[in-house]
């Protein structure tokens, strides 16, 4: 069966998302549409593409990522489709696709499909759901666009490393209020070399142990831990560590390990 995930800024309260939906179902009714998140906050693409980055791997081969983000008309962005781990992705050229992409994608075509008119500030319900229905079809990428190489670059900020600490920053706060970094466990792993740690962070507070998983701690108690996205992550047990903690997006955090 044809899938085509979703992942937009269009919220639930207009109308946008199911004109989206309908313009798929128009071009492939059988499709299974799957929407990994409309709650991506206005043309938030970092955000964005740190939910995809962390969810694409798990559909089948094949599966078409539609990206909603930032893709009003422009008529200096491109639109693009990409092949990268055999999955599709389908969306504006602003950036978010060098965000999400670990290595060079396999292939890429800018967009060349006609577009009704009646639809040209919003590419997405017209461009996009064609483009995404003929690859779940089974359709190839150069019978609707022209290959093209690279995309556009946007830089994030990265942890600092020091021999003996990393400095990183908050990237992600979910829904369960818990604190993503930009610290991943890799680099955690390559710095700290089986030392012991001090996890600094707002209002001095501190954490020196990793957990498992968040029931490792007392209810109410903080905790840090490498959750599902390999991110070093701060938390209390069934609580609001954000809220509680003052930690925002941005907010710096600092682990030292023993010299």
């Known amino acids: 069966m044809a899938i085509i995930t979703l992942t937009t800024d269009l919220g639930y309260k207009d109308f ?3 004109a989206l939906k309908g313009s798929i179902l128009s071009q492939l009714p059988n ?3 799957v929407d990994i998140s409309h709650d991506i906050s206005a043309f938030n693409i970092p955000q964005a593409a740190f939910i995809l980055r962390n969810a694409f791997h798990y559909f089948p081969k094949g599966t078409v990522h539609l990206i909603g983000i930032d893709s009003v008309f422009n008529e ?3 639109y693009l489709a990409l092949k990268y781990r055999e999955h599709y992705f389908v969306g504006s050229d602003n950036g978010i696709f060098s965000l999400l992409f670990e290595e060079e994608p396999t292939e890429i ?3 060349n499909i006609m577009q009704d008119l009646k639809y040209l500030h919003f590419p ?4 996009f759901p064609k483009a995404a229905s003929h690859l779940a079809k089974g359709g190839k990428l150069k019978d609707i666009g022209i290959p093209v190489s690279g995309v556009e670059d946007r830089m994030t900020l990265q942890p600092v490393i020091e021999r003996d600490i990393i400095r990183g920053s908050v990237i992600y706060i979910d829904s369960f209020q818990n604190i993503i970094t930009n610290i991943t466990k890799e680099i955690f792993t390559r710095v700290q070399l089986n030392r012991d740690f001090t996890l600094f962070f707002k209002r001095n507070e501190s954490i020196s142990q990793l957990s498992w998983h968040y029931n490792e701690v007392p209810e109410g108690e903080k905790l840090c831990l490498f959750g599902i996205s390999n991110h070093l992550e ?3 047990n069934k609580g609001n ?3 509680l903690l003052g930690l925002h997006l941005g907010d710096i955090v600092r682990i ?3 010299s």
């Open 241 to 243: 560590a954000s809220g």
């Open 31 to 33: 499709a299974n549409i």
């Open 109 to 111: 075509v800018e967009l």
């Open 234 to 236: 701060i938390a209390i």
């Open 124 to 127: 997405l319900s017209d461009i």
């Open 256 to 258: 030292e390990f023993q």
């Open 16 to 18: 946008y998302q199911a």
């Open 76 to 78: 200096r962005t491109r």
